[in-house]
């Protein structure tokens, strides 16, 4: 997630250091140490605020001079995936890799791409009140285990807009039981 510019600086703090014991450190890459990153490219990409789609891909790693000196290792074994999860795993790097299969879709429904299909194993039912579908597939139970720390700390519902968060957590907290008080915080006096 961080920004190429990031990388670039310390390759040139890098090469400056070591360019005091060494001056052809000037002319290496990262003054010719091997620095070891890790990361997924099918995750998020770096933020550019108010940047546009191209401002942001242009922010990523990969278009710095520094890519070119880059040797790419993959991991290929998923030392965290249980057995029963492998079609799921399957799936998901296909989703990655862009070879998904499609929903069939019209030109009207969705501009500027596909939609992928999902298996209906991994979708909730449509209907009724869907805020009380995501809460029970998270957290089944919920009034009996709330008050359990490990209860909670394994599970988490994840959401791209804050709105939705807010919506999901006042929906929640109205399921504890008892009597709620806000605590409310000044930043000045």
């Not at 510019?5 to 703090?13: D, I, K, L, P």
């Not at 010719?32 to 990409?45: A, E, S």
């Not at 770096?46 to 191209?54: D, K, N, W």
Request: proline share 4%; charged share 20%; with cysteine.
């Amino acid at each position: 997630m961080a920004h190429r510019h990031a990388f670039e600086a310390v390759g040139r703090t890098i090469r400056d250091l070591i360019a005091l014991d060494d001056e052809t450190a000037l002319t290496k890459p990262l003054g010719g140490k091997t620095v070891l990153l890790g990361g997924d490219f099918r995750q998020i990409l770096h933020v550019v605020p108010q940047g546009s789609r191209q401002d942001t891909v242009q922010a990523s790693l990969n278009r710095s001079p520094l890519w070119g000196f880059c040797q790419i290792f993959k991991l290929s074994i998923n030392m965290r995936l249980k057995q029963s999860d492998a079609a799921f795993a399957a799936w998901i790097l296909k989703v990655g890799d862009g070879n998904s299969v499609s929903a069939s879709t019209t030109p009207d429904e969705h501009v500027g791409g596909c939609r992928i299909a999902i298996d209906e194993g991994l979708m909730l039912p449509n209907g009724g009140n869907h805020l009380q579908a995501i809460i029970s597939a998270a957290y089944p139970a919920f009034s009996q285990f709330f008050k359990q720390q490990k209860y909670l700390t394994e599970r988490a519902i994840l959401t791209p807009r804050n709105q939705t968060v807010r919506e999901i957590n006042d929906f929640q907290l109205s399921m504890v039981p008892g009597e709620t008080k806000e605590y409310l915080s000044s930043d000045s006096l």
